[in-house]
Nanobody, 114 residues
Framework: QVQLVESGGGLVQTGGSLRLSCASS????????MGWYRQAPGEQRELVAT???????KYADSVKGRFSISRDNAKNTVNLQMNSLKPEDTAVYYC????????WGQGTQVTVSS
């Protein structure tokens, strides 16, 4: 059983920054990819950013240039640095890991005030 635990969410003003972290109970190099998704109230869950086990990254158009995903294999964590935050970034952010099966964390709330 894989456990993913997110941390780093909170309340920030427009233009501020937050850094999310996802700690995995399994060595992250065993996953083909890991990523961050988000879900705002009344909306579908959407992809924010992903990173493969060889470091290839992908971002949603809405966060390109503002967010950066990274992985630390030694610490078994995947991080999401979020800069220039906007109110529309407000959502619950979920960590996901893929290895044939998809695993999800419990989510962390990010609220950006205007």
């Amino acid at each position: 059983q894989v456990q993913l635990v997110e941390s780093g969410g909170g309340l920030v003003q427009t233009g501020g920054s937050l850094r999310l972290s996802c700690a995995s109970s399994r060595r992250i190099f065993s996953f083909s990819a890991m990523g961050w998704y988000r879900q705002a109230p009344g909306e579908q869950r959407e992809l924010v950013a992903t990173i493969t086990n060889i470091g290839n990254t992908k971002y949603a158009d809405s966060v390109k240039g503002r967010f950066s995903i990274s992985r630390d294999n030694a610490k078994n964590t995947v991080n999401l640095q979020m800069n220039s935050l906007k109110p529309e970034d407000t959502a619950v952010y979920y960590c996901q890991a893929s290895s044939g099966l998809n695993y999800w964390g419990q989510g962390t709330q990010v609220t950006v005030s205007s």
